[in-house]
């Protein structure tokens, strides 16, 4: 049974940043492709960043040049660096694998609010 447990969201000022991360258990981590989803209030859950097995990412337009992903294989742990942070990138943030398919973890809250 895989596990996926996320944390460091939190309610930040527009132009801040935060740092999440996503803890996997029960699973191979290194051989998955890794993705940050986020789910804004009323809207469906979308793929925001993704990281390969062989580090190469991808960027959802909207995040570009503010969002890094970064995958450490020792810890089993996927980050998401978040720099001037929008009150659009409000929303619950997942990990994942990047094509989904494992059970969903309990997410952790971002609010970019003034």
């Known amino acids: 049974q895989v596990q996926l447990v996320e944390s460091g969201g939190g309610l930040v000022q527009p132009g801040g940043s935060l740092r999440l991360s996503c803890v996997v258990s029960?699973?191979?981590?290194?051989?998955?492709?890794m993705g940050w989803y986020r789910q804004a209030p009323g809207k469906q859950r979308d793929l925001v960043a993704a990281?390969?097995?062989?580090?190469?990412?991808f960027y959802a337009d909207s995040v570009k040049g503010r969002f890094t992903i970064t995958r450490d294989d020792a810890k089993n742990t996927v980050y998401l660096q978040m720099n001037s942070l929008k009150p659009e990138d409000t929303g619950v943030y997942y990990c994942?694998?990047?094509?989904?398919?494992?059970?969903w973890g309990q997410g952790t809250q971002v609010t970019v609010s003034s």
């Open positions: 990281i390969s097995n062989s580090v190469s990412t």
């Open positions: 994942n694998k990047d094509s989904g398919g494992w059970t």
């Open positions: 029960g699973s191979i981590f290194s051989i998955y492709a």
